[in-house]
């Protein structure tokens, strides 16, 4: 079974895992990973094999810091080393050439790797420990709600053995900004808390954000194929004027009511959008273990400026992909 531990054991316990082959599961500060040696093709094997994972969707490779990153990328242009110096740790993935060492799994088969130093002192003080680099998805079957909780970890993969290091509750709640190097110019293959302008004040230079990806992206970035985000419940994403009509079968996600037109269940979501970020995928999983038959989400509030902004853009990516069916 899956078992949730927490302290300087669970670190150590970890690392002897991981260095044995074994999956960890881990906290960021934006949601629980699926850890697994990132130069050791069977572990990373494993990773897909246990999450259902697609082969063609490509893995996030964690370092410690920028050191360890470079040991996993055959160029490290001045760009990364501005970006990483004003966001790492934090939620800001790099795309840029592979080296040999890394599985041809991690990147689908592509010649670029997905690369970030995640802002959580559990999840630093484990790839330190183990002295080597670690991917980390999403730890949850494919597909399904991203989890921002151990619980969330364990109760996903009850019939598994797995260690699920505790953390608490993430932080930034949704999964981080990937940002590609390897073209002309920088480009957003998946929007994250940190917006392209954040970006551009480092850089000197525009950036692109890409809304419609291509194949190549795909094979450059984690999030991007198929549905992703989704509970199990039939959901779907309303304005404030259309809760009004919700039936009481309906359960409810919002920001803007105090209770259910219709006398059904409410889980009442924060007004700030840093707030909401971090507590969507939480409410989600609270909404598919309630009884209704259906879950509607009201649109996120909107934003005062260009940071929440940038988060309003990653949340309506994420919604309308987990409501899709």
């Given at each position: 079974?899956?078992?949730?531990?927490?302290?300087?054991?669970?670190?150590?316990?970890?690392?002897?895992?991981?260095?044995?082959?074994?999956?960890?599961?881990?906290?960021?500060?934006?949601?629980?990973?699926?850890?697994?040696?990132?130069?050791?093709?069977?572990?990373?094997?494993?990773?897909?094999?246990?999450?259902?994972?697609?082969?063609?969707?490509?893995?996030?490779?964690?370092?410690?810091?920028e050191?360890m990153?470079?040991?996993?990328?055959?160029?490290?242009p001045?760009?990364?080393t501005?970006?990483?110096?004003?966001?790492?740790?934090?939620?800001?993935?790099l795309?840029?050439?592979?080296?040999?060492d890394?599985?041809?799994?991690?990147?689908?088969?592509?010649?670029?790797?997905?690369?970030?130093?995640?802002?959580?002192?559990?999840?630093?003080?484990?790839?330190?420990?183990?002295a080597?680099?670690?991917?980390?998805?999403?730890?949850?079957?494919?597909?399904?709600?991203?989890?921002?909780?151990?619980?969330?970890?364990?109760?996903?993969?009850?019939?598994?053995?797995?260690?699920?290091?505790?953390?608490?509750?993430?932080?930034?709640?949704?999964?981080?900004?990937v940002?590609?190097?390897?073209?002309?110019?920088?480009?957003?293959?998946?929007?994250?808390?940190?917006?392209?302008?954040?970006?551009?004040?480092?850089?000197?230079?525009?950036?692109?954000?890409?809304?419609?990806?291509?194949?190549?992206?795909?094979?450059?970035?984690?999030?991007?194929?198929?549905?992703?985000?989704?509970?199990?419940?039939?959901?779907?994403?309303?304005?404030?004027?259309?809760?009004a009509?919700?039936?009481?079968?309906?359960?409810?996600?919002?920001?803007?009511?105090?209770?259910?037109?219709?006398?059904?269940?409410?889980?009442?979501?924060?007004?700030?959008?840093?707030?909401?970020a971090?507590?969507?995928?939480?409410?989600?999983?609270?909404?598919?273990?309630?009884?209704?038959?259906?879950?509607?989400?009201?649109?996120?509030?909107?934003?005062?400026?260009?940071?929440?902004?940038?988060?309003a853009?990653?949340?309506?990516e994420?919604?309308?992909?987990?409501?899709?069916r």
């Amino acid at each position: 079974m899956a078992e949730i531990v927490a302290g300087p054991e669970a670190i150590a316990l970890g690392v002897r895992l991981l260095s044995e082959g074994y999956l960890v599961a881990f906290p960021t500060e934006t949601v629980y990973g699926l850890g697994a040696d990132a130069l050791n093709p069977d572990a990373v094997a494993s990773v897909f094999a246990l999450k259902g994972r697609p082969s063609h969707n490509p893995l996030i490779v964690h370092v410690s810091d920028e050191a360890m990153a470079q040991r996993v990328v055959r160029n490290w242009p001045e760009a990364a080393t501005k970006l990483a110096r004003a966001f790492w740790p934090g939620p800001l993935t790099l795309v840029l050439p592979k080296t040999s060492d890394v599985p041809d799994a991690i990147t689908a088969g592509g010649d670029t790797v997905a690369v970030r130093c995640p802002e959580h002192p559990v999840a630093l003080a484990l790839i330190e420990s183990f002295a080597k680099p670690i991917v980390g998805p999403s730890a949850n079957p494919s597909g399904y709600i991203s989890p921002t909780t151990p619980e969330h970890v364990r109760d996903a993969f009850a019939e598994e053995d797995l260690l699920v290091i505790d953390g608490g509750h993430c932080r930034a709640g949704i999964e981080s900004t990937v940002l590609d190097l390897t073209g002309d110019s920088p480009a957003i293959l998946r929007q994250g808390v940190i917006g392209a302008h954040r970006i551009a004040e480092v850089l000197g230079c525009d950036v692109q954000v890409r809304a419609a990806h291509q194949a190549e992206d795909e094979a450059r970035s984690p999030g991007l194929i198929g549905a992703h985000y989704q509970p199990r419940t039939p959901a779907r994403l309303v304005s404030v004027d259309e809760l009004a009509s919700a039936p009481s079968s309906a359960v409810l996600i919002a920001w803007s009511i105090e209770s259910h037109p219709a006398g059904g269940a409410l889980i009442t979501m924060p007004q700030r959008l840093a707030a909401y970020a971090q507590a969507i995928y939480r409410a989600l999983h609270e909404g598919d273990r309630s009884r209704g038959d259906q879950i509607w989400v009201e649109s996120p509030p909107s934003a005062s400026d260009d940071d929440e902004r940038a988060i309003a853009e990653a949340l309506h990516e994420r919604l309308r992909r987990a409501t899709q069916r």
